[in-house]
């Protein structure tokens, strides 16, 4: 990731290129998706309007005295509650819109889930980041106004991505520009007054942050979102498109994985950790869903190997749709994921359960072991079908006698029945899924072909003397993993390269203001010698040269020559610039990088979001000759209301003490603490 942030040699950004600008989808496109997104967008703003009117009554409500105001204002209340749950349920409505997303070529698959793209707003770099070129780099802003343009596009366009992998590369981009964008406008030490607002793609409540953290977390989500709208719009009737679907679904389980161990301090419920942990879980589920699709898409034949691999598959999808449905229902994570999806993880769980138990009775009831047949093979993958054999029956006499085959069959016919039978009872409690007919179709043909299997071999005394079946062993030829996002194969190129190498050129780091030296080569020896790598520094500088007593320092930093940039010259060129003027006069610029702890405020006032407002007052005065701390003395201001009372007059006295006034320190040399290493910087989040 450092690598990515860090070109090794500057290029020029030819705008006439093809890959130079990058455009999302047209966003007035009437598409099923971008209908979606549109009514999306549009329930984010109404579920903030109404949470800002349960907010303000709820503070009328803590602050009111009468009573028949309270009782208007509990009703009112009511109904902005009841408001905000019916909106809520609408944006639950679009989550499980899984028709928009789904191929429209597959006709009886049961969909999947996809996630919705996080909405934001407009954010306007162009102020803020010009006035940083000029105030912290001494450059002029209006140099980079078509570099501030590039980026404020990049970022438009990537509230509409494609659906592809152009659209994957798109958002991979812009998250690399922001790291760039970061390192050189944004300073640890203070926030840039730049506002970003994304809304909760779950909730739709929004939350912003004068935090680049933000932006750089909801791109990422959005990452793993568009990942999985790939993995449901691949045609799973292929097996490239299932093998298609199993890649996304688990690229989109590694992007968010990376998202959960890279920014802790999420403020978005949708990003939070307990969140993301469940997502992660369920996009590995889905691909292990389309590898079982995968595994019977050729057709299963009847034949007792293939039967027995077939409902360990299924056996294998059942148990983590179970652990899926156990999560989704743990909290805090139910009361902020959509109820369909939780349903939906319970009715796929039952029916992939009947699965199993439906293919386990079929090789049962129609293998029979025949002379000549491999016998220890059979035995073994009967065996390890099952945890434990019922009680009474053991493998090898199991296949040789036919009724015991047919009742342990017709045991799992009855438990896959059961299994079919809550499948559907779970899809009727919930509204949206009823209304996706594909599901209902596929659960009910299943549901009927277990019945009709089961009709076949009824007996009237079937009830007394079936047992239970025994749970099947879940077993995957391909087990599905976590593919890490791979930043290293998007190329990005630095808007904002013409300011320089990032190691010397950051926000983190200041310097003094470019000074102008006037030199001449004595005989062709400019009195110095130069190292480093971009950009060269002076070493070993003659005290006598003439470029000293200019005012050249030991340890600048050279940035141009003649008005020549030279921040990305090497040495050797920049040396061979220098002597290329003889014995003229030669008009070089110079920087000094200053100690951090040199411009340290005296005193500062910060708000960080997500923290109380704290006001600190710290001025601390350092004597040159003795290098002591003192401390000045800081009264507290009172109001206008509280002067003249002798209590208060005794509160005024009080001053804030730091190191003994007058107290030197000699032996001890410490350094000095900024205001800003008071405040824990993962507050930030």
Not at 121 to 131: A, M, N, R, T, Y
Request: charged share 25%; hydrophobic share 40%.
């Amino acid at each position: 990731m450092t690598d990515t942030l860090l070109p090794a040699a500057p290029r020029r950004l030819e705008k006439e290129g093809e890959d130079y600008f990058r455009k999302g989808c047209n966003p007035l496109a009437q598409t099923g998706r971008s209908k979606l997104q549109n009514e999306r967008a549009a329930l984010n703003q109404q579920i903030l309007k109404a949470v800002r009117m349960r907010t303000g009554a709820e503070n009328l409500l803590k602050v009111a005295t009468n009573q028949k105001v309270r009782e208007q204002v509990r009703l009112e209340l009511s109904f902005v509650n009841s408001d905000l749950q019916m909106l809520k349920e609408e944006l639950e409505g679009l989550n499980i819109s899984v028709g928009v997303y789904q191929n429209s070529e597959e006709a009886f698959t049961i969909p999947l889930i996809p996630l919705g793209l996080k909405e934001t707003k407009d954010v306007d770099f162009s102020v803020v980041l010009k006035d940083f070129i000029l105030e912290h780099y001494s450059e002029d802003s209006y140099l980079y106004e078509d570099e501030i343009a590039d980026l404020m596009d990049l970022r438009q366009a990537c509230r509409t991505p494609s659906r592809d992998e152009a659209g994957v590369s798109l958002l991979m981009a812009y998250f690399i520009q922001l790291g760039f964008v970061e390192s050189r406008f944004f300073p640890p030490t203070r926030q840039m007054g730049l506002l970003f607002t994304w809304y909760d793609s779950l909730t739709g409540v929004p939350v912003s942050q004068q935090n680049l953290l933000l932006e750089k977390a909801s791109i990422l989500f959005n990452t793993g979102a568009l990942y999985t709208q790939i993995g449901t719009r691949c045609n799973r009737q292929t097996q490239a498109g299932l093998e298609s679907a199993v890649d996304a679904f688990q690229k989109a389980a590694g992007v968010l994985s990376y998202l959960k161990e890279t920014f802790t301090h999420t403020p978005s419920y949708d990003m939070s950790p307990a969140m993301l942990s469940v997502l992660v879980k369920m996009m590995l589920v889905q691909a292990q869903e389309c590898v079982f699709e995968k595994f019977i898409l050729a057709g299963i034949r009847n034949e007792f190997f293939m039967l027995v691999k077939v409902a360990q598959e299924a056996a294998k999808v059942a148990e983590v749709y179970q652990q899926l449905h156990t999560a989704m229902s743990q909290a805090p994570v139910k009361e902020n994921i959509p109820y369909s999806w939780t349903s939906l993880a319970c009715v796929k769980a039952h029916h992939y359960r009947a699965l199993a138990h439906y293919f386990a009775a079929t090789f049962l009831m129609d293998h029979q072991l025949k002379p000549g047949a491999d016998e220890d093979h059979q035995e073994k993958c009967l065996s390890q079908l099952y945890t434990q054999m019922p009680e009474g029956l053991t493998p090898l006499a199991t296949l040789k006698n036919q009724q015991q085959r047919q009742q342990l069959g017709k045991c799992h016919l009855q438990t896959a029945i059961t299994h079919h039978e809550e499948s559907l009872r779970e899809a009727s409690l919930c509204k949206k899924l009823r209304n996706i007919n594909v599901l209902q179709e596929v659960l009910t043909a299943a549901h009927q072909r277990t019945r009709l299997k089961y009709e076949q071999h009824r007996e009237e005394d079937d009830i007394l003397n079936l047992m239970e079946a025994p749970d099947i062993v879940s077993k995957t030829e391909q087990e599905v993993e976590v593919i890490p996002p791979q930043f290293s194969k998007v190329t990005v190129t630095d808007y904002f390269q013409k300011l320089g190498p990032l190691s010397v050129f950051s926000a983190s780091k200041r310097w003094t203001p470019p000074r102008n030296i006037h030199f001449t080569a004595e005989e062709g020896d400019l009195g110095f010698t130069l190292r480093g790598n971009s950009p060269v520094q002076v070493h070993f500088l003659d005290p006598q040269c003439s470029a000293a007593l200019a005012g050249t320092k030991e340890g600048d930093y050279i940035i141009s020559i003649q008005g020549m940039d030279c921040k990305w010259l090497t040495v050797i060129e920049v040396m061979k610039l220098l002597k290329g003027f003889g014995g003229d006069e030669i008009d070089m610029k110079v920087i000094s990088l200053l100690d951090s702890t040199s411009s340290m405020p005296g005193k500062c006032a910060t708000y960080s979001v997500g923290m109380q407002k704290t006001y600190s007052m710290i001025c601390l005065s350092i004597d040159d000759d003795d290098k002591s701390y003192k401390t000045k003395k800081i009264s507290k201001k009172l109001s206008f209301l509280s002067w003249g009372t002798s209590k208060n007059r005794q509160k005024s006295a009080s001053t804030l003490y730091l190191p003994a006034v007058g107290v030197a320190r000699p032996q001890i040399k410490k350094k000095l603490p900024t205001p800003f290493s008071l405040l824990n910087s993962d507050s930030l989040y």
